[in-house]
Nanobody, 116 residues
Framework: QVQLVESGGGLVQAGGSLRLSCAASGTIFGLNDMGWYRQAAGKQREELAGITSGGSTNYADSVKGRFTISRDNAKNTVYLQMNSLIPEDTAVYYC??????????WGKGTLVTVSS
């Protein structure tokens, strides 16, 4: 059974940084494309960043230059380094895994709150 567990969320002041982690189990992590999403209260889920099994990355314009996605296949973990945080970054952050069959799996999310 595939499980994704996010961690690293919390309360941070505007201008600060956080690093989110997403640990995967029950899947061949190195073959999966991974992504980070967020959902703010009352808004639709937003795609933030993705990293392919080969290491190619892409970012939403809203986070480009501030957030960095990376992966450690030896630890079955994907990361999201978030710098220069602003109150508008407040949301629940989710990771997603897409395996070689195209099956999608989601974590339960971690809350990030940025105070002004």
């Amino acid at each position: 059974q595939v499980q994704l567990v996010e961690s690293g969320g919390g309360l941070v002041q505007a201008g600060g940084s956080l690093r989110l982690s997403c640990a995967a189990s029950g899947t061949i992590f190195g073959l999966n494309d991974m992504g980070w999403y967020r959902q703010a209260a009352g808004k639709q889920r937003e795609e933030l960043a993705g990293i392919t099994s080969g290491g190619s990355t892409n970012y939403a314009d809203s986070v480009k230059g501030r957030f960095t996605i990376s992966r450690d296949n030896a630890k079955n973990t994907v990361y999201l380094q978030m710098n220069s945080l602003i109150p508008e970054d407040t949301a629940v952050y989710y990771c997603k895994s897409v395996d070689f069959r195209g099956m999608e799996y989601w974590g339960k999310g971690t809350l990030v709150t940025v105070s002004s």
